[in-house]
T-cell receptor, first 115, second 116 residues
Framework: GAVVSQHPSWVICKSGTSVKIECRSLDFQATTMFWYRQFPKQSLMLMATSNEGSKATYEQGVEKDKFLINHASLTLSTLTVTSAHPEDSSFYIC???????????FGPGTRLTVL | AQKVTQAQTEISVVEKEDVTLDCVYETRDTTYYLFWYKQPPSGELVFLIRRNSFDEQNEISGRYSWNFQKSTSSFNFTITASQVVDSAVYFCALNAGYSSASKIIFGSGTRLSIRP
């Protein structure tokens, strides 16, 4: 099946700094990628839908100026958490749409801890 | 509105017992996909099954089985002869619109603990 990677797998940063998380499709091209956030002991909540070459579509309540998404190529989408604060500490998971299979494949996730 | 409800927050059973995880969904779409995912402590989602709205046949895969009933909007998951390795959080999910480019809506998850 299709493989999606995320980098880094975990990151610790100081409050006020920005963190970039990468989501790559390794053996296929993905026009559409999704970013989810999961707080401890909670479910996955969709943050935004990222389409290659266009602006991301954010879910209600997600600050687009704080969570910058760039999908500049068919194999890479990035999520930048700007001016991170402790409440942004979470598990961030991306998924990529493989239209040929009509399926989404999930990355392994990135655990962000903001001190 | 689209919604997935997993009423069981936590379940704990002794090894070798059978256990059923419940899932009820809501959607106005006539075409959709339903999923089950397993999330072990590592956090990585493990895909278990995808079922489309036109296929109500029950499915069995080893110790796992799924019962899809459109009449009650349910998609329940049963583990037979549970093992300690089955301990994880299980998510039921819905992808309405019959396209993988549509968003997936997750239930709140059921934390399953299998005691030796």
């Amino acid at each position: 099946g299709a493989v999606v990677s995320q980098h880094p797998s975990w990151v610790i940063c100081k409050s006020g700094t920005s963190v970039k998380i990468e989501c790559r499709s390794l053996d296929f091209q993905a026009t559409t990628m999704f970013w989810y956030r999961q707080f401890p002991k909670q479910s996955l909540m969709l943050m935004a839908t990222s389409n290659e070459g266009s602006k991301a579509t954010y879910e209600q309540g997600v600050e687009k100026d704080k969570f910058l998404i760039n999908h500049a190529s068919l194999t890479l989408s990035t999520l930048t958490v700007t001016s991170a604060h402790p409440e942004d500490s979470s598990f961030y998971i991306c998924s990529a749409d493989v239209s040929a299979y009509n399926e989404q494949f999930f990355g392994p996730g990135t655990r962000l801890t903001v001190l | 509105a689209q919604k997935v409800t997993q009423a069981q927050t936590e379940i704990s059973v002794v090894e070798k017992e059978d256990v059923t995880l419940d899932c009820v969904y809501e959607t106005r779409d006539t075409t959709y996909y339903l999923f089950w995912y397993k999330q072990p402590p590592s956090g990585e989602l493990v895909f278990l099954i995808r079922r489309n709205s036109f296929d109500e046949q029950n499915e069995i895969s080893g110790r796992y089985s799924w019962n899809f009933q459109k009449s009650t909007s349910s998609f329940n998951f049963t583990i037979t002869a549970s093992q300690v390795v089955d301990s994880a959080v299980y998510f039921c999910a819905l992808n309405a619109g019959y396209s993988s480019a549509s968003k997936i809506i997750f239930g709140s998850g059921t934390r399953l603990s299998i005691r030796p």
